[in-house]
């Protein structure tokens, strides 16, 4: 039952967190974004998803028809799965080794993408895929290493240690290259700007997810910002949190969606290339580097 009341809140945040996009991306580019549907457009969530629930699809011809339809309900199912390791007062399945079980559900979102790009059967939706495989196993590495060295610096493997060890002061100002190179891999793992290759609208029309509308669409959005606020969630828990039962914690969770969000608004899109260079050639032997440093810090 709690599980539940928390999935039903996180798809609440969703929807408030697609209208804050849309008005910081309207305050940016100098629009007001949704005004319509409710008191400055707060229905608005409400009302898209609505549409996209009840909208006709159509069934493209060369599609491989199991798979197509089964990728983006995979895709949501394993975002929700993230969420069942929130800390909770009464730790629901935030057991021993939480961050070992989020960094396997984790590596699993890739397959939802590379189905929805190869079942599609389009030239578009397979490139994308492919970029997006290509890029989210990459930062995979270097991020379970950044994720090993918080490990060895609280001695477990358990979100709870974080908050303990947070009492006196937050992670953020020991660890500050820890939480930099986190949140950038982060994005690149998300598919978000300025790393969404996956959605190179000017190169790839919509990217992997270009066969799909209404009912499938809505599934694949509701992935990509369910992780987006647990990324937030991470983030804020792992450095700049000592408590999770107050609205300081939710304020900081909203506000590194915000920085995402803004990143989207204000960066232009990165090359393909330095990307893949950033990781294997700085993030990975940053990280390594990294490890033995925290390893003399435990052993200290």
Do not use: H
Not at 23 to 44: A, D, T
Not at 202 to 207: D, K, P, Q, R, T
Not at 275 to 294: P, V
Request: proline residues 3%; hydrophobic residues 55%.
């Amino acid at each position: 039952m709690c599980c539940m009341i928390m999935l039903i809140f996180s798809f609440v945040g969703v929807a408030f967190l697609t209208l804050l996009e849309r008005k910081v991306l309207g305050f940016i580019q100098n629009r007001k974004g949704p005004m319509k549907v409710g008191v400055y457009g707060v229905f608005q969530p409400f009302s898209d998803a609505i549409k996209l629930y009840t909208k006709e699809f159509f069934i493209p011809l060369k599609i491989n028809f199991y798979p197509y339809w089964l990728s983006p309900i995979f895709s949501m199912l394993i975002s929700m799965l993230v969420w069942l390791v929130f800390p909770y007062y009464y730790l629901l399945v935030s057991w021993k080794y939480s961050i070992l079980f989020v960094f396997s559900i984790m590596s699993l979102s890739i397959f939802g993408v590379l189905i929805s790009g190869w079942a599609s059967n389009s030239c578009y939706s397979i490139l994308g895929s492919i970029r997006a495989i290509a890029q989210s196993i990459s930062y995979e590495v270097s991020f379970f290493f950044l994720l090993v060295c918080l490990m060895l610096f609280t001695s477990s493997s358990n979100f709870n240690s974080f908050l303990e060890v947070q009492i006196n002061m937050w992670l953020i100002f020991s660890s500050f290259p820890l939480f930099l190179m986190l949140f950038i891999s982060f994005l690149a793992e998300l598919n978000r700007s300025p790393f969404d290759f996956a959605e190179g609208e000017s190169e790839l029309v919509s990217g992997f997810n270009i066969e799909y509308g209404s009912t499938g669409f809505a599934f694949i959005f509701l992935a990509e910002y369910l992780s987006i606020l647990f990324s937030g969630m991470l983030m804020s828990l792992m450095f700049f949190s000592n408590t999770v039962f107050n609205i300081n914690f939710f304020l900081k969770l909203l506000s590194v969606s915000f920085l995402i969000i803004l990143i989207r608004g204000v960066l232009p899109r990165y090359r393909y290339d330095k990307l893949m260079n950033l990781c294997w050639k700085i993030y990975l032997s940053s990280s390594l580097m990294l490890i033995m440093f925290y390893c003399g810090v435990s052993i200290l």
